[in-house]
């Protein structure tokens, strides 16, 4: 597996991640608890060095399947996680946000246990909590560092100024926000921001969860646990109306003898050497085929092919609904 460094931060991790969310939480059921752990030692012995949790996803029980597959590979492996929302007994205050110090440092001895690891190597506050300073969250960050409780700093969906002002205080080494062939919305401002003051850039959903594989279209339902049925831009009819943009990945993906899932990865990691998707599957075969996409280079031509043909597709629907987006920094 090649290897990449977020940012000039030194932290170097396999060129693809392993977001374990939907082992636990968001895309239907749960998998059984044997299988979880199958697929993230699965992923160690193909040379994954990454892998991405969050205390809200079960909530906490995804911590406890990634602490429990990764203990006996604990100093091979770069174990991120999240904090910043209210949990009580183990649900979510309506997705209410909570980054105040004394919050962070009690989830923080939660996560450590959960994990079973005396650090953390990689400390993502999950959404910016506007009530909250976000130098007092940097500064609690930094803290847990001198302790060694925390390796690395990071922030997800945080905003040009939001990462500034916490970058002043502790160096921030990875920005996490969604990224792929059908959100390029980073490109605009926080790209050129990250390069600038030497961050990582991890992007989630570098699949646009599961839509540029091609195996979803119009007529494909999901069930009340899986959080698609919710996002506007999965609504039968902006499937229907961007199936233009997965027809085009499909047509490369033809050309290269690559599946879309690997064009789409391979498009990704041409973009910026310090950036590292983390791309998620529940299925051994998807795993493999996502790794494929590593060591499979787009040309400089195929790049201007797909720049040239994008420009003439426009993407329909919001990532988001109305109360999710209302929780993302700008």
Do not use: G
């Given at each position: 597996m090649k290897t990449r460094q977020l940012g000039t931060s030194g932290l170097e991790v396999s060129a693809l991640g392993y977001g374990c969310m939907g082992l636990s939480s968001g895309y239907g059921e749960p998998s059984d608890r044997d299988h979880a752990i199958e697929m993230i030692r699965a992923a160690v012995e193909r040379g994954v060095t990454l892998f991405d949790t969050a205390q809200v996803y079960g909530p906490f029980t995804n911590e406890e399947v990634v602490g429990e597959a990764l203990a006996s590979f604990r100093d091979e492996v770069v174990i991120a996680t999240k904090f910043g929302f209210n949990l009580v007994d183990g649900e979510s205050e309506s997705n209410q946000l909570n980054s105040r110090p004394d919050h962070i440092r009690r989830?923080?001895?939660?996560?450590?246990?959960?994990?079973?690891t005396d650090r953390i190597d990689l400390y993502y506050q999950h959404r910016v909590d506007p009530d909250v300073s976000i130098e007092d969250v940097a500064g609690t960050v930094n803290e847990l560092i001198a302790e060694g409780k925390v390796k690395h700093f990071g922030l997800s969906e945080a905003g040009v100024k939001t990462i500034r002002r916490a970058h002043a205080v502790q160096p921030v080494t990875a920005?996490?926000?969604e990224y792929s062939l059908w959100w390029r919305e980073p490109e605009e401002e926080i790209l050129p921001t990250l390069e600038e003051l030497g961050i990582g850039f991890v992007p989630f959903s570098p699949l646009g969860r599961g839509f540029l594989t091609g195996n979803i279209d119009a007529d494909t339902t999901f069930v009340d646990s899986d959080f698609r049925h919710t996002l506007?831009?999965?609504?039968?009819?902006?499937?229907?109306a961007n199936e233009g943009l997965v027809d085009l990945i499909k047509r490369i993906a033809e050309q290269k003898r690559m599946t879309p899932a690997q064009i789409a990865l391979s498009w990704l990691l041409s973009r910026k050497p310090w950036i590292v998707p983390i791309p998620g599957t529940t299925k051994l075969n998807r795993l493999e085929e996502n790794l494929g996409a590593v060591d499979v280079a787009l040309s400089a031509e195929d790049l201007g092919d797909i720049e040239q043909a994008l420009a003439g597709i426009s993407i329909q629907g919001d990532?988001?609904?109305?109360?999710?987006?209302?929780?993302?920094d700008r």
């Open positions: 989830m923080t001895e939660d996560s450590l246990r959960r994990l079973r920005l996490q926000s506007p831009r999965f609504d039968a009819w902006n499937r229907k990532r988001y609904n109305e109360s999710t987006q209302q929780m993302i």
